[in-house]
């Protein structure tokens, strides 16, 4: 991964680049990526000739900048993932690109090693590990749909491929290929348009390096679980000028529910081709496919007297619905990026990217109306097949640094944002059901019949920020995006243009230490109506949010990076209401305290340390039954503890336990009952040699070792109870 930084005679410092997004009509998507990749490398190409050189290695001693002149610096962070839990680098947002210890907002990263010790299959294995985070509405058997600080996280926009292709998290994104995942927390609608100020997860992928890669792995659970794994990584050419990354997965999915089986298939590949001094490409492309079991999940009974009454933890193991209810649905991603180092002061970066979901079929069901002490209720199951979701992105920036009274790092970028789906309609079938002992169901006839209410956003995007430095200790931040917006279905239209500005200011106290505030103000789309909701999948209408930060980041301790941040949230508030619908009413508050320690603290120990404390409260709203009531699914107090020990005694072994605590959180926004907070336990043992002279490791793993049973998840009208205690074991091979 190659990273722009700029930098003065003595004073580095990193900046930002910029993409741009350019799409077109549903029916002409293939066709438009295409042309669209095509003439921005040509443009970009056709300019190449008055570059200055970029090289991808780090300058040697003797290279100095000219003297006086801001210059561009291109360093690497390839080998980032051999350095352990701590992370030196980001690689989301308008600091995408620059050293950790200079980005003023809260970030948590979890690197590559992390994710392997952890043996973490999905995005919520590896953010567990972030304060905050926590599952939303499902158990995560089927995806993981995610909240950050109490705010569900948008699955359409939310998620980022290399800090920029908004994914679709409507399927579990793979971990095979990914070299670390970083949540930013907060606003980041500056760099990314509409979005939630949950904040952003960014799934940053393996690429070619200078040492071959070729591994072979096959991992399990006890549930019968079996996947095989491949990884590939070749540089070739003159000076290594071409790179290939390649990943593939697959094999048959089992997990503790009963019936629980499915499959999955994973392909992905990772071209670099610098093409000259000046000029380089890259080129992801993702092909994803799960077809699972999806269990139902427990609605809400009506309040009593303004209580309402929970059944006892749902035992995960049973399967309420069908063994026929599947979730089958496939994905495919493409991203393309061009660098062109225009002279030593001025960068310029252009990037297009695709992402496409496909749910053939999905059959979601919740328990309704059901008697707590016989377990008696009615099941009522959503049919709907041919779901498809779009996005289709362009980014053009211009990055540079320049001297006017005061020396500037300048960021200017437009992109071009466009998501659509086809939203289907759904058949809906009742079931009689009972909650503890579940009868087999039959499966109904459908309906093939379909009407749509197709969705359309165009999300249109100019901004500019600015890095000033006064001194070396002191910068300032200022920056502002301009954003035409709008939403389309068969039945409503939203509209919106918006300034939002941002500003900040930054304190060095020394190389390794930094302070920093902030202030961003965001438009975010407030969300679509869940599929258990009366009006499912109806868009609401966007509301602007406001975000603060202050926080501070030190590198003091030799091997550790520790941060600590105050932050306060404004938006608007989103929920289902007592009606059962969907709806925007009021705002919410977010008062907040995070802080994370990772890295080593001592040759043989490591450690990953995060925690929150969070006060949340809903204001102004219609509905006087929510005001000053905490936001539903939302914990005042959430950490984790993971340390790992490489043993001394015996060459190659090591150990690792963790964790991980939420607290209660409110079912609904009306606060008429609260699931109980709960700790889970995990624990893993790894073994490295050699056979045969390649090197080898044998993995185990545990997950909820105590084996509790818990809710891990409210929202949305739903309770979903949490997995069993399950045992993971990993085999690998490098050649």
Known sequence: MRILRRQRPRRPSPAPRLERFKSRGHRTMQTDFKRNSLSLSISLALVCMTGHAADEAAPQPGDTPTAGKPVLQIVTVNGEKDKGLKSKYVQVGAFRDQA???????????????LEAQDAQGVFDALKNSAGVARSQTSGSVNDSLAIRGIS??????????????????????????????????????????STPAGIINLVTKRATAAPVTSFSVSGNEYGQLVGAVDLGRKFGDKGKFGIRVNAAGGRLRNAIEGGNGNRTFGSVALDWKATEDLAFRFDA?????????????????????????????????????????????????????????????????????????????????????????????????????????????????????ELLV?????????????????????????????????????????????????????????????????????FLVGARYSDYSNATTTTTYK????????????????????????????????????????????????VSKTRELGFRTEAFAGLMASAAYFQIDRASAYTNAAN???????????????????????????????????????????????????????????????????????????NAGAYYTGPRAVNNENNAFIPGYTIYTAGVRYATRIGGYPTSFQVNAENLGDKRYWSAAGGALLASGMPRMFKATAKIDF
Do not use: C
Not at 161 to 190: F, Y
């Open 153 to 194: 996280v948008d699955a359409r926009t939310n998620y980022r491929l290399n800090g920029s292709l908004p994914v679709i998290n409507l399927i579990d994104l793979p971990m095979e290929n990914k070299e670390r995942v970083e949540a930013l927390k907060g606003s980041s609608a500056l760099y990314y348009g509409f």
């Open 407 to 475: 020396d500037h790092e300048l960021t200017i970028g437009t992109m071009q944002n466009k998501r659509s789906q086809n939203a289907p309609n759904l058949q809906t079938v009742l079931f009689k059901q009972n909650m503890y002992e579940p009868r087999e169901l039959v499966p109904p006839p459908l309906n093939t019949d379909l009407t749509y209410n197709p969705q359309a956003i165009d999300d249109k995007g100019i901004y500019l920020f600015d890095k000033m430095r006064f001194t070396q200790a002191w910068s």
């Open 496 to 543: 919106v243009k918006k300034t939002s500005p941002s500003a900040g200011l930054v304190y060095k106290v020394r190389p390794d230490t930094t302070l920093y505030a902030t202030y961003l103000e965001g438009v975010e789309e407030t969300g679509i109506a869940p599929a258990s909701t009366v009006n499912a999948f109806e868009a609401m209408p966007p509301a």
């Open 100 to 114: 950790l210890i200079d980005a003023p907002f809260t970030v948590n990263i979890i690197p590559r090693v992390m």
């Open 286 to 402: 993702e092909n994803i496919h799960k077809n699972i079991v999806e269990n139902a999940g427990i609605g809400l009974l009506p309040a009593v007297k303004g209580v309402i009454a929970l059944p006892p933890v749902q035992d995960p193991t049973k399967l309420l619905s069908g063994p026929w209810s599947h979730y089958d649905a496939k994905s495919q991603n493409y991203l393309l990026r061009t660098d062109y180092t225009i002279n030593d002061a001025w960068a310029l970066t252009a990037e297009i990217g695709r992402a496409e979901t496909d749910r053939t079929r999905r059959s979601f069901g919740q328990l309704l109306n059901y008697n707590i002490a016989t377990g008696e209720g009615t099941l009522r199951t959503q049919f709907v097949h041919g779901q498809v979701y779009v996005n289709k992105n362009a980014r053009l920036e211009l990055t540079g640094r320049t």
């Open 581 to 655: 619908r969907f709806v925007v009413d009021g705002q919410s508050h977010y008062d907040g305290l995070e802080f994370s320690l990772n890295g080593a603290i001592t040759p043989q120990l490591q450690t990953y340390i995060s925690g929150m404390l969070l006060d949340a409260e809903q204001r102004n709203a219609v509905n006087a039954n929510v005001i000053g009531k905490i936001p539903e699914n939302t914990a005042k107090r959430t950490g984790s503890v993971f340390l790992e020990y490489k043993t001394r005694f015996l060459e190659g072994l090591s150990v």
